[in-house]
């Protein structure tokens, strides 16, 4: 299926702020008398609106999902739209402090704090996206201070955008600009609010109680029974997980299902990678969890599609086949599925056992486990024979960023068509 | 590859952002205060809406600028000063070279030019005709152009 790309969202209304731009001046020789104010100019406008498209893309509604493929996607495309926009954004008063200089006074209304209201709001927003841009691309924060520094951004739209509406300029002394600008403001700003206060205070959720917490290594599987209503996921879905402990604080992260929608409990299997996971064993029975979702289009082709599979695990990545393989239901028959389990070393591989036993009755699935230590690394090349008794399949993956990367592009090698390879990635918001 | 690229820009940008910042204060601390136009606390201007005379009476000069020096009588020089490389506007009394301020209005040069060389008090006073006053921050960074 075909999903919007970043570039296929950001040229329509692109080109739109161009031409209203471009409308808003008296003639070509006001945008070339001075080509510095002109491209300060373009850059605010643009930068605006893809700021507005990034607050819009990150409100985890389902028509944005469906219409990029999966909120992985989404998360994806809102960091590379929120980034384009801070360029262009944090450049636009740098190109006007360029043209002003020498002139102190002028460069520091533009840079400085002074008397002047509407520029005011325009450094005060200036200066919140570079501290927050300094935490993401200079300065590693743990990730419950990080997601704070963030989400001052969405309040830097805001005042951005009052910025914008206040100052005279082309947006003050040209309608339809002004009208179109407002629109995405208004957009852009509501979803800010909406996920600010509404989707963490507000929107509903499914209330868990843990039932079972097992170690295995640095994996920790969580159990947990529903207390009122179960939360409906389709296999290789992931929920925002949130746990009522004074350890974790209220902190949601998103972890895939390891369990299958038909059984009665779910079931996460976390790897301790951070701050945060390292925490989760001194979870004990009985605290409550909280669930918000479900999300993800990763399980989409093993539920509607029709084509062999080809499913390429990495470590802990493994959670969502576990979920799909233990999903009776949906495995057909007669559908091939060809599973490669790939760990760094014997230890790594503790879903081997679960693997084994799920799929020791079907005849059409085979599982090939790859220890990296003994077999090295894991390749398209390495299991070509295997792939070559198939005319055309799917290819899952999941796993580690680079790993995917590597073996999406060794696949277009080998002549599969990019839209056939889906990813499930672990590092979204 | 895109990300990798967009991660250089950012950082390249946010190095740019604080090198500005930093030339700013290196300005400010190697010019001298009347040239770079920072930190100037420049005479109050008073709010009026005196008409400025083509030829101004000589007994009405301390009247307008009290708190300025008046051996220069600029007023008469005022229409002279007409055109985008020599700027003077009379707003409120007072006469302002915006000549260095061209560039930097939100609302473009020319709503600045088309006033140039007359008393824009009017024009000022109503944001060139849409009806409401420029703030009073307006005129504070208009007080660093006063040179009457």
Partial sequence: MKYLSAKQILTIPTFITLSLWLLSKKGIMDVFDDPLRSLSQIFSLIGLIYMMISLILSTRRRFIEDGIGGLDKVYEMHHIVGSLSFVLLIN???????????????????????????????????????????????????????????????????????????????????????????????????????????????????????????????????????????????????????????????????????????????????????????????????TKMFLKGPYGKFGDVYIKGKRPLVWIVGGIGVTPFLSMLRNEQQLIEDRAIILFYCFSNPEEGMFSDEIKQLTENKKTIEVHEWCSTQRGRFSVPKIIEILEKYDKYDVQICGPGPMMESLKQQFEEVGVDSERILFEKFQIL | MMKKYLRQLTQISIINFFFIIGLLFYIQKNTPLSTSLLRVSPPQVKLSTTIISPTP???????????????????????????????????????????????????????????CGTDATTPFQSKDGIGADHSASAYDLLRHYLIQ
């Fill in chain 1, 92 to 286: 636009h008063p740098l190109l006007l402090a360029i043209k002003a200089l020498p002139q102190a006074a002028l460069v520091s209304q533009y840079l400085l704090i002074g008397n002047y209201l509407p520029y005011n709001l325009g450094v005060v927003s200036l200066y919140i996206m570079v501290l927050a841009f300094i935490f993401m691309v200079f300065v590693r924060l743990p990730y419950h201070i990080w997601l704070k520094t963030h989400q001052l951004l969405g309040f830097a739209g805001i005042i951005g955008s009052v910025h914008a509406l206040l100052i005279t300029s082309d947006i003050s002394s040209y309608f339809p600009l002004r009208l179109w600008m407002i629109v995405w403001i208004f957009f852009g700003s509501t979803s800010f609010l909406y996920i600010f206060f509404y989707y963490k205070w507000i929107a509903s959720v499914y209330v868990y109680e843990i039932s079972k917490i097992e170690r295995l290594l640095d994996v920790v599987n969580i159990s947990a029974k529903p207390t009122k209503r179960k939360i409906p996921f389709v296999p290789g879905q992931f929920a925002y997980v949130g746990f009522k402990d004074i350890n974790l604080g209220g902190e949601q992260h998103p972890f895939s299902f390891s369990s299958s929608p038909l059984e009665d409990e779910v079931r996460f299997s976390i790897k301790m990678l951070g701050d945060y996971t390292v925490k989760l064993p001194l979870l004990r029975k009985g």
């Fill in chain 2, 57 to 115: 009476q000589p007994s009405n000069t301390n009247a307008l600028s009290p708190t300025l020096p008046s051996k220069n009588n600029l007023f008469t020089e005022l229409s002279t000063h007409n055109s985008k490389s020599d700027c003077w506007i009379g707003v409120g009394g007072h006469i302002y070279d915006v000549t260095m301020y061209f560039g930097s209005h939100p609302g473009g040069d020319g709503v600045i030019l088309k006033y």
